[in-house]
């Protein structure tokens, strides 16, 4: 399982500029009734333009705010 070798669909793909091979990345983000939320989920739009090897840390930081939003004493913001 730890060394797979890309077929040539995938080679096509890998050797693509990073908009070309973002493909279908939506150009506007949903929005949420909560500003935090939509605060955190603003860090995915410069995914796009990083390198893959970026991308992991977008993503965690982004898990880790919403999830700090999830566990927020909501008690608190009142």
């Known amino acids: ?3 797979r070798r890309m077929d040539d ?7 693509m500029e990073p908009a070309a091979a973002a493909g ?3 150009s506007a983000l949903a ?3 909560d ?3 939509d605060a955190a989920l603003a860090a995915a739009r410069v995914v796009p ?3 893959t090897t970026e991308h992991l840390a ?11 939003q999830l566990n927020a004493d909501l008690s608190e913001e009142r």
């Open 49 to 51: 333009e990083l390198p």
């Open 9 to 15: 669909s995938q080679m096509d793909i890998a050797g």
């Open 31 to 33: 929005v949420t009734a």
């Open 58 to 68: 977008v993503y965690s930081a982004l898990h880790d705010s919403l999830l700090a």
């Open 1 to 3: 399982m730890g060394n």
């Open 24 to 26: 279908s990345w939506p």
């Open 35 to 37: 500003p935090a939320v």
